[in-house]
Nanobody
């Protein structure tokens, strides 16, 4: 399974960005999809996930500012990020889970988000 992420960039504090990620090459249904991030000198952390049924889960830092969505038919997931803060600066990675009987996690290449004035 290959994941292609895009949409990162440089934005001023308070601005918005929309990250996109498309999965391809899976023989099985794509189950959960999500976004994670790794800030400089920090461990990778969960940002948001979404099930194939549309149930979402957000990190506390993302609640109220970020919205995750997906299109099952396109095996795609998006992350709309509003009211961005400097502490949101990180490399953002999309992830999907697929496979039967054993589910495997697949990762995209990462896209840089920099929030700075």
């Amino acid at each position: 399974v290959q994941l292609q992420a895009s949409g990162g960039g440089l934005v001023q504090p308070g601005g918005s960005l929309r990250l996109s990620c498309a999965a391809s090459g899976s023989r099985f249904r794509i189950n959960n999809m999500g976004w994670y991030r790794r800030a400089p000198e920090k461990q990778r952390e969960l940002v948001a996930t979404i099930t194939s049924g549309g149930s979402t889960n957000y990190a506390d830092s993302a609640k109220g500012r970020f919205t995750i969505s997906r299109d099952n038919g396109k095996n795609s997931v998006w992350l709309q990020m509003n009211s961005l803060k400097p502490e949101d600066t990180a490399v953002y990675y999309c992830q999907c889970r697929s496979g039967y009987p054993v589910e495997t996690a697949y990762w995209g290449q990462g896209t840089q988000v920099t929030v700075s004035s």
